[in-house]
């Protein structure tokens, strides 16, 4: 083992961050990076959705092309992860699908599912919901404008107050339609190659 490696524990505890990442912008690395190294978790892993059942007819850059923009996000930083299964299982997306699929290919490891307390409010409308609640851990972060639910339903959830960016996707796809600065707003690579590539120059 070289001494950049670091040992891996037998049962990983590994935060899962899901999102469409169209693109993936700061706001998610300061949330996963805090996750991944002022928890208990091992690692995050960011999974690409190549379709979310809440935004069925929302117009997407290619999966490969988010998933692309989301590894040159996490390159060199060996607690994150940008995770591509969920793009091999049927569409729309469901959580607990991939979760199920995780877990067969990563029998050992222990999977918490990371959400804002907005998704928190319409978990119960997720396929499985009852599993996905009694399941796993859910680590919880508050967000500005949206009230946590009664915790009471959700035996596993811990709230955690991470740090939060104000900054959404929908504003850089924006930003850039308007010909607007997003450096800062996404990591340098990644602003990049949305620029050098021409995404989000025109819808989506
Ligand atoms: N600035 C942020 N701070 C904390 N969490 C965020 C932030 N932006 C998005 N998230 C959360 O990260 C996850 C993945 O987000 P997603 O890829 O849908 O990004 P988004 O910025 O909300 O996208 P869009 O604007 O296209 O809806 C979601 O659970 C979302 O609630
Ligand atoms: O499994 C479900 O029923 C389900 C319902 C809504 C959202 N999700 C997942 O939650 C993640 C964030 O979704 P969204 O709509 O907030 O961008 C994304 O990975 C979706 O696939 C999952």
Known sequence: MSSEEQPVAASPRIGLLFGSFNPVHTGHLILAEYFATRTDLAAVWLVVSPQSPFK???????????????????????????EDLE?????????????????????????VLLMGGDNLAGL????????????????????????????????RAQVMAA???????????????RGQSIRYLVPAAVEQEILTRGYYRQTP
């Open 56 to 82: 069925v007819d929302d117009p997407l850059l290619p999966d490969t092309e988010r998933l692309a923009l989301l590894r040159l996000a996490v390159a060199g930083n060996p607690r994150l992860r940008a």
């Open 163 to 177: 740090p939060l960016l104000d900054i959404s996707a929908t504003f850089i796809r924006a930003s850039v339609r």
């Open 87 to 111: 793009l091999t299982l049927p569409r729309p997306s469901y959580t607990i699908s991939t979760l199920d699929a995780l877990r067969q290919r990563y029998p050992t490891h222990e999977f």
């Open 124 to 155: 119960p409308r997720w396929r499985a919901a009852d599993r996905l609640t009694t399941e796993l851990d859910l680590y919880v972060y508050p967000r500005p404008g949206a009230p946590l639910p009664d915790l009471t339903a959700f035996p």
